[in-house]
Nanobody, 120 residues
Framework: QVQLVESGGDLVQPGGSLRLSCAAS????????MGWYRQAPGKQRDFVAS???????NYADAVKGRFTISRDNTKNTVYLQMNSLKPEDTAVYYC??????????????WGQGTQVTVSS
C-alpha cells in the first residue's frame, strides 16, 4: 500500500520561505510522477507543481519563479521549496503521486496534507 507523508508546514511571515517534504513508503521510481496540490478554506484543490520520473517539472502560474520542486531518489522523497511566500499561499498542501495501470488509467495517491500559513 502506498503511503505518502508530508512534513514541513508551518506559520511563516510574508516574504519568508519554507520547504515541504513528501516521503513515500516505497521507491518513487514506481511512480510516473509526483507533485503538490493545495487547498485553501472554502476552495477547490489546485495544482501547484509536479515532477515526472524523467525529471520534467511543471508549475502553476501563481508559483512560477517562487517555488521549486525536486526529488531525492535515494531518500524516496520529493520536496517543494517555497520562497517569497504570500498570504494567498496559505493552504493545506497535499503530496500527490501517480502511475498508470495496465489499461492506461491514471491511479492517484495522496498524502494527509500539511498546513502552510503565511501571515504577519
Amino acid at each position: 500500500q502506498v503511503q505518502l507523508v508530508e512534513s514541513g508546514g508551518d506559520l511563516v511571515q510574508p516574504g519568508g520561505s519554507l520547504r515541504l517534504s513528501c516521503a513515500a513508503s516505497g521507491s518513487i521510481f514506481s511512480f510516473s510522477g509526483m507533485g503538490w496540490y493545495r487547498q485553501a478554506p472554502g476552495k477547490q484543490r489546485d495544482f501547484v507543481a509536479s515532477i515526472t520520473k524523467g525529471g520534467s517539472t511543471n508549475y502553476a502560474d501563481a508559483v512560477k519563479g517562487r517555488f521549486t520542486i525536486s526529488r531525492d531518489n535515494t531518500k524516496n522523497t520529493v520536496y517543494l521549496q517555497m520562497n517569497s511566500l504570500k498570504p494567498e499561499d496559505t493552504a493545506v498542501y497535499y503530496c500527490n503521486a501517480w502511475r498508470m495501470d495496465g489499461l492506461g488509467i491514471r491511479l492517484d495517491y495522496w498524502g494527509q496534507g500539511t498546513q502552510v500559513t503565511v501571515s504577519s
